[in-house]
């Protein structure tokens, strides 16, 4: 049974860090595109990043280029979305997502973890 488990969301003050987990059960990270989500009440889900299972390509949305790291620990088959310099505007719920095609078509996913909470306060 695939799964994935998002966490490490939470309250942050604006120029903040966090880092968000994605594990995965059921499956290796190592043949799939993994991407990151969020989606804010009233908004569309927004791609963020995304990285390539076998040859670790990452790719990050304009609104997080440069701010957001997001990288594989095939060991602990673990995905992280490493996220500094935080911005209000970032307050989102976030998703983590296996087996797409790249950040900016989230319909491709075929699988999802549960949305984790992200607020930064200014």
């Known amino acids: 049974d695939v799964q994935l488990q998002a966490s490490g969301g939470g309250l942050v003050l604006a120029g903040g860090s966090l880092t968000l987990s994605c594990a995965a059960s059921?499956?290796?990270?190592?043949?799939?595109?993994i991407g990151w989500f969020r989606q804010a009440p009233g908004k569309e889900r927004e791609g963020i990043s995304c990285?390539?299972?076998?040859?670790?390509?990452?790719y990050y949305a304009d609104s997080v280029q440069g701010r957001f790291l997001v990288y594989l620990d095939n060991a602990k088959n673990t995905v992280y979305l490493q996220m500094n310099r935080l911005r209000p505007e970032d307050t989102s719920v976030y998703y983590c997502?296996?087996?797409?095609?790249?950040?900016?078509?989230?319909?491709?996913?075929?699988?999802w973890g549960q949305g984790t909470q992200v607020t930064v306060s200014s």
């Open positions: 997502a296996a087996d797409g095609d790249n950040l900016y078509t989230s319909t491709t996913y075929k699988y």
């Open positions: 059921g499956f290796t990270f190592d043949h799939y595109t």
């Open positions: 990285v390539t299972g076998n040859d670790l390509v990452a």
